[in-house]
């Protein structure tokens, strides 16, 4: 089991910035990927960010060039800077690993209001 708590949503206005955080407990030793996911009131959740094991990273194309998923093993964090935010990045906001097993776990969600 892999438990995931996510912080650093809020109430931002549009054009600025928010670094959202994920830690991870329990079985960390078989946390593979790592990313985050989003949904929107009305929306399916997607697929915003996602780094590897190795670092390798990939974004959707609606947040390429804004947002920055890194993680650091050693104190088994995610993060996700996001600058330049847009009215219609408000979501809530989700952590997700997939192990070795090919187990996804998910954290709990931080809510993300951007005003215009």
């Known amino acids: 089991q892999v438990q995931l708590v996510e912080s650093g949503g809020g109430l931002v206005q549009a054009g600025g910035s928010l670094r959202l955080s994920c830690v991870a407990s329990?079985?960390?030793?078989?946390?593979?990927?790592m990313g985050w996911y989003r949904q929107a009131p009305g929306n399916q959740r997607e697929s915003i960010a996602h780094i590897s094991n190795s670092g390798t990273t990939s974004y959707a194309d609606s947040v390429k060039g804004r947002f920055t998923i890194s993680r650091d093993n050693a104190r088994n964090m995610l993060y996700l800077q996001m600058n330049n935010l847009k009215p219609e990045d408000a979501a809530v906001y989700y952590c997700t690993v997939l192990t070795r097993s090919s187990k996804r776990y998910w954290g709990q969600g931080t809510q993300v209001t951007v005003s215009s």
């Open positions: 329990g079985s960390i030793f078989s946390i593979d990927a």
